[in-house]
């Protein structure tokens, strides 16, 4: 599966952001996906994840109430609409497909993942 994240940018705290991860390959709803996010220097973070379905979702703590993600089947596209950003939000994110067959559990560690996007740049100003 091919994976191509976009939406980032440069965007003042407080403000918002809406990442999209388009998906080719395979049968889109059969697989979980995530969003991860790495600083330079720091190793790959989990921040959400969601079930093949669209009915599970998981966040990090640290994200949890800002952060929303969502899918679209029909459009084989993952978003990760964010909210009240914080400069410490500031990473490069990296949309992941779950590698095990079925969509039905969360899976929020880096191993679980099999396939990766190319990461989007997000810079949030203090």
């Known amino acids: 599966v091919q994976l191509q994240a976009s939406g980032g940018g440069l965007v003042q705290a407080g403000g918002s952001l809406r990442l999209s991860c388009a998906a080719s390959?395979?049968?889109?709803?059969?697989?979980?996906m995530g969003w991860f996010r790495q600083v330079p220097g720091q190793e790959r973070e989990f921040v959400a994840a969601i079930t093949g379905g669209g009915r599970l979702t998981h966040y990090a703590d640290s994200v949890k109430g800002r952060f929303i993600i969502s899918r679209d089947n029909a459009k084989n596209t993952v978003y990760l609409q964010m909210n009240s950003l914080k400069p410490e939000d500031t990473a490069d994110y990296y949309c992941a497909a779950d590698g095990r067959l079925g969509g039905l559990t969360i899976t929020t560690t880096t191993s679980g993942y099999a396939n990766w996007g190319q990461g989007t740049q997000v810079t949030v100003s203090s």
């Open positions: 390959g395979r049968t889109f709803s059969n697989y979980g």
